[in-house]
């Protein structure tokens, strides 16, 4: 959705028209489309360009709407959709770190230790499960 903010000469207050948007509504969609393709590359200057956005500007607005970098905020994505497909019996570690946009099982198993203190092959994630 595009908005235009517009000034009302009687009053002064700023209205949004259909020709401007807030970083909000552009965010809207993105999150949806980074679940579907998180096996890919997912640049910034790749999503900056999907939400209509310059790189610089996206990294501000992305921050202030969900508290974190888009980099941290797609490693999160990953790994826990690592950890859920690992979840099921016969997934090698290698093609859920694959499958999930990890450049290597070595990528998904640091991340895995920033994230829960443990590498995605731990007792910690066999015995306690996903919910952990």
């Avoid at 028209?17 to 965010?27: A, G, L, N, Q, Y």
């Avoid at 956005?53 to 990294?59: G, L, R, T, V």
């Amino acid at each position: 959705m595009l908005y235009v903010a517009t000034k009302n000469e009687r009053d002064g207050i700023r209205h949004l028209s259909e020709h401007e948007s807030r970083p909000i509504d552009r965010f809207g969609d993105l999150v949806a489309w980074v679940l579907r393709h998180l096996d890919q590359d997912l640049t910034v200057e790749i999503l900056a360009r999907r939400a209509g956005m310059c790189p610089s500007h996206f990294n501000r607005a992305f921050k202030s709407v969900f508290g974190s970098t888009p980099g941290d905020f797609i490693e999160n994505l990953r790994v826990n959709e690592a950890r859920r497909r690992l979840s099921s019996r016969g997934k090698t570690l290698r093609s859920v770190a694959a499958s999930v946009g990890f450049s290597s099982s070595q990528a998904c198993r640091r991340a895995f230790a920033r994230r829960f203190g443990a590498g995605p092959s731990d007792s910690f994630f066999t015995t306690k499960g996903p919910g952990v």
